[in-house]
């Protein structure tokens, strides 16, 4: 089974607003990771956050880690319409060799 | 320079028939992926090497033949094409394996199987 798997599925903004979404995963994580993916693209990495880190920013993008509730959530802020693709969060576990494994990603309409 | 690029990236073909993908990296990583990603956008491991070495190969039918001639390049044939089979298929490179290390995608080649 899937073991980030993202909540909303969709989620539709206008411009200059804040987008969140959040990621959830069963086990024990050395790292996680979100990724961008543009219509026809490929994923492009945005950002890692390691097991013992609580929070990281880059640029407009914040992400937060909660291993108690085994959960991640991405802020993207002042959101714009460029920020429109689907987000993918990937967790990397120890017990499988840190191998990623994605979610069905959360996808994003950013309206200008 | 495209970082990872993958060859075609539209395939159209029948049932039955084989057909090849490739997948080059120019970053100079040891390790190289292939992931499918579905209709519904589930992205899925398929195959790792390192270095030449298959390091994973998950539940993926044997259809399915990946081949690393040198570290740079991981291609992926696949014999006796199925309808399921038509899916969005990436390739993607690392610098290291088993260190949960960010990866770098291809654009992806679009199969269509009919």
């Known amino acids: 089974s899937q073991q980030g798997e993202e909540d909303p599925q969709a989620l539709s903004i206008q411009e200059g607003e804040n987008a969140t979404m959040n990621c959830s995963y069963k086990t024990s994580i050395n790292n996680l990771q979100w990724y961008r993916q543009n219509s026809g693209r490929g994923l492009v990495h945005l950002i890692l956050?390691?097991?013992?880190?609580r929070e990281k920013h880059s640029g407009r993008l914040r992400v937060t880690l909660d291993t108690s509730k085994k959960s991640s959530s991405l802020l993207i802020t002042a959101s714009r319409a460029a920020d429109t693709a689907s987000y993918f969060c990937a967790t990397a576990h120890q017990a499988a060799g840190n191998k990623l494994t994605f979610g069905g990603g959360t996808r994003v309409l950013v309206k200008p | 320079d495209t970082a990872v690029s993958q060859t075609p990236k539209y395939l159209v073909t029948q049932m039955g028939n084989d057909k090849s993908i490739k997948c080059e990296q120019n970053l100079g990583h040891d390790t190289m992926y292939w992931y499918k990603q579905d209709s519904k956008k589930f992205l899925k491991i398929m195959f790792s090497?390192?270095?030449?070495?298959?390091?994973i190969n998950e539940t993926v039918p044997n259809r399915f033949s990946p081949k690393s001639p040198d570290k740079a390049h991981l291609n992926l044939h696949i014999n006796s094409l199925e309808l399921g089979d038509s899916a969005v298929y990436f390739c993607?490179?690392?610098?290291?394996?088993?260190?949960?290390?960010?990866?770098?995608f291809g654009s992806g080649t679009q199969l269509s199987v009919l």
């Open positions: 993607a490179s690392s610098q290291e394996a088993g260190r949960g290390e960010k990866l770098f």
């Open positions: 956050i390691r097991s013992n880190e």
């Open positions: 090497y390192n270095n030449k070495e298959l390091i």
